[in-house]
Structure formats: C-alpha cells, structure tokens
C-alpha cells in the first residue's frame, strides 16, 4: 500500500462508514418522525433526507461521474430553505430515490483509482489547478464527508 | 506539493475550517443558550462544549504529543451522559478551557511535518501497523473532523 492509496482508503472509508451510519439511521425513523422537525423550528428529517440527495446529486458533475440525476430537487432541497415551497415529494419516494441514487454514487465511487482521486474536480479550471493541486476529486469527498456528519448529527434528534 | 503535502494539507484545512466555524458559533451563544438543551431531551450546548474538549484532549497521547491536559473533563463529558453528573463547571470556565487548550492543540499539529503525519497513532501497535497503514495520525485527524463537524450540526440549532 503506497501514500495515496493509504489516503484514499482514509478518506473513502470515512465516507462509506457515515453512509452505512446515515443509512442505518434512516431505517429506525418512520415516516411520521420524518415529518417531524429536529428542533422546534428547525429543519424537518424529511428536507435533510431531500437536501442530502440533492446534495450528493451534485457530487456526479463536480467529479466526472456525469450529469446529475435528480435536478428536480435542487430547487425545493437546495434553493430553498424547508417549508418555503410546496412539499409535493413523498418520505416513501425519497427513500427510494436515496436508494437508487446512492447505490450508483457508491458503484462510481469505487470504481475510481487512487490515483485518479488527485486530479481536479470539475470546478477548477487546468490553470488554477496547476497552483491549487488541493482541489481535487478526493477533497470533494472530504468536503461532502463533514457535511454528511454534520446533518447525521441533526437526524439523530429525531429518534 | 507532493501529495503527502496535497493530502495533509485538504485534512487540515478541514479541520481548521471547522475549529473556526465552532468558535465563530460559540461566541454567538450566550451562556444562558449553552445551558438550553438542542432539542427537547437531548444534550445542552454546555455538555457538547466540555464533550468536544475532552475527546479533542485524548488526540493529545493519540497524536504523541503529551499527556492529557484535562483528564477531570473526561467523567463528566466522556464516560457519562448529559446531566448525569453533577455539573460543576460553568459555561464561562470550559470556554476558558477551550480557548487555551485549543491553541495549545493547534499549534502542536501546526507543528507536526507532512510525513509525520503517515506515521502510526499511539492507540495501534508496530505489528498491527505494518498491515494497517492506515492507522496513522492523519487519520485521527480525519476521525475527529467527522465528530466535530457531527455537533457543530447540533450546536448550530441554539441559535
């Protein structure tokens, strides 16, 4: 195992751990406590359900994997902040489409190789990257790993 | 850059990032929103402070960089639940713990050098470590920026 395998793995496995925890999370929440907001105010399960799909959704583009697949929620799960639109997609629906979603993002994901992981994401232009090497596909799975934990964090509140 | 110094540096502008947006979240609670619960039943704002400065204390044996420093945080905020334990410590004390410990930390993993970082924890041993590469002080780094980054998601709901 060289460095950047040794890297990739690091960060690959923090990834798939808070996926499988998110997962297994979503599958002890009913409907009903999805509906339900994590704090009195606060953003319900479901848009966090909708809002990490939509988020994940963009992770196809920025890293090469194609072009998003769910453009649908961007507006009610990204644009907008929860309850600002008509909530017209279902908890049943979002699982599913989390489901679906998520199995392809996890099959691209491992299909990529280490060292591919250190080329430029889809953001950054050829020039910039010469002096931000940092900006990197694997420092969109890092970026998109803390946000993950920091919405489990909140999810969690609902059990 | 090589990409040890690529991956050191994605990890700990992480880190740092997130170090910083807790501190900016901090200093906008009040010591009387610190005492409040994040959600009905759940832990207090002032519980996840001294949780967050207890496990952040254990990377110091973790990361070879000295003994604990605040090992009388660690029945209160590790071992035991929220309002388990009679609190005696007040909000206005764990931000003073906080702040200096947290300058302490950063300066020491300021300090460590890009391939320091690929070498193992102290929680693994060299037999485990020839097989496990990945057991280095990198990611521990990574591990605590997912916990941090876990209750930053909570914390922001006092607000």
Redesign the interface.
């Known amino acids: 195992?060289n460095?950047?395998e040794?890297?990739v793995?690091?960060?690959l496995?923090?990834w798939f751990a808070?996926i499988a925890r998110f997962e297994g999370l979503l599958n002890t929440l009913t409907d009903e406590q999805l509906q339900k907001e994590?704090?009195?105010g606060?953003n319900r399960g479901i848009y966090l359900l909708g809002h990490l799909i939509a988020v994940h959704d963009d992770m196809l583009p920025l890293l090469n994997f194609g072009d998003k697949m769910h453009t649908e929620l961007n507006e009610p799960f990204i644009k907008s902040p929860d309850k600002a639109t008509l909530q017209i997609i279902e908890a049943k629906e979002l699982r599913a489409i989390w489901s679906s979603f998520n199995a392809i993002l996890t099959k691209k994901i491992n299909g990529v190789q280490p060292e591919e992981w250190?080329q430029k994401h889809t953001a950054v232009s050829p020039e910039d990257f010469i002096n931000e090497?940092?900006r990197?596909k694997?420092?969109i799975l890092?970026?998109r790993?803390?946000?993950l934990?920091?919405?489990?964090?909140?999810l969690v509140?609902l059990g």
């Not at 934990?149 to 909140?154: A, D, E, N, V």
């Open positions: 195992m460095n950047n040794i890297m793995k690091m960060v496995d923090r808070l994590i704090a009195p606060k250190f090497p940092y990197n694997l420092n890092i970026t790993t803390s946000h934990s920091y919405h489990i964090g909140q509140l």
